[in-house]
Antibody, heavy 120, light 110 residues
Framework: EVQLVESGGGLVQPGGSLRLSCAAS????????MTWVRQAPGKGLEWVAN????????YYVDSVKGRFTISRDNAKTSLYLQMNSLRAEDTAVYYC?????????????WGQGTLVTVSS | QSALTQPRSVSGSPGQSVTISCTGT?????????VSWYQQHPGKAPKFIIY???KRPSGVPDRFSGSKSGNTASLTISGLQAEDEADYYC??????????FGTGTKVTVL
């Protein structure tokens, strides 16, 4: 059974940093693109970042470029999101999701999400 | 990277059909056949229900169907059931390995 379990969320002050983790199991992690998607309270879904199977390619939504870094450790079957210079507008539930082997298309499995609150 | 436009809400009685539109541009919806749809119940993670515009993953009822014309994709729920009451989001590939979601639509079963 495919499982994605996020952790690392919490309360952080504006300008602070946080590192999210996503532990994956039940599939060959190194064969899939992985993605972070976020959802601000009461708002819609927003794609945040993608990473290729071997970590060699990473793509971001404009609003987080230069502040967030997506990474992965295939040996640990884990996905990460390092978030720096956090802003109030980054407050959201962050979901990790599995992409497809080809890179683009859809997200077939999602974690339960971890809440990040940026506030003083 | 502007969000795709969806109606804020749609509603229907049990057994009826409802259709949700998802309007983008030639740089996303209109440019690729990589439109997917997700269902989200309150407090839950999204669930994947349609991919490649009109394909259904295994386990998704055939009451759910997708289509696309030009820059607008659509999700139709036929034979509406109480458990279909949820938020629905479209998503499209937008080039250069980026994705864009729709604004979301709340489906209410009357």
């Amino acid at each position: 059974e495919v499982q994605l379990v996020e952790s690392g969320g919490g309360l952080v002050q504006p300008g602070g940093s946080l590192r999210l983790s996503c532990a994956a199991s039940g599939f060959i992690f190194s064969s899939y693109w992985m993605t972070w998607v976020r959802q601000a309270p009461g708002k819609g879904l927003e794609w945040v970042a993608n990473i290729k199977q071997d970590g060699s390619e990473k793509y971001y939504v404009d609003s987080v470029k230069g502040r967030f870094t997506i990474s992965r450790d295939n040996a640990k079957t884990s996905l990460y999101l390092q978030m720096n210079s956090l802003r109030a507008e980054d407050t959201a539930v962050y979901y990790c999701a599995r992409g497809v082997e080809s890179g683009v298309d859809y997200f077939d499995y999602w974690g339960q999400g971890t809440l990040v609150t940026v506030s003083s | 990277q502007s969000a795709l436009t969806q109606p804020r809400s749609v509603s229907g009685s049990p057994g009826q059909s409802v259709t949700i539109s998802c309007t983008g541009t030639s740089s996303d919806v209109g440019g690729y056949n990589y439109v997917s749809w997700y269902q989200q119940h309150p407090g839950k993670a999204p669930k994947f229900i349609i991919y490649d515009v009109s394909k259904r993953p295994s386990g998704v009822p055939d009451r759910f169907s997708g289509s696309k014309s030009g820059n607008t994709a659509s999700l139709t729920i036929s034979g509406l059931q109480a458990e279909d009451e949820a938020d629905y989001y479209c998503c499209s590939y937008a080039g250069f390995y980026t994705e864009v979601f729709g604004t979301g639509t709340k489906v209410t079963v009357l």
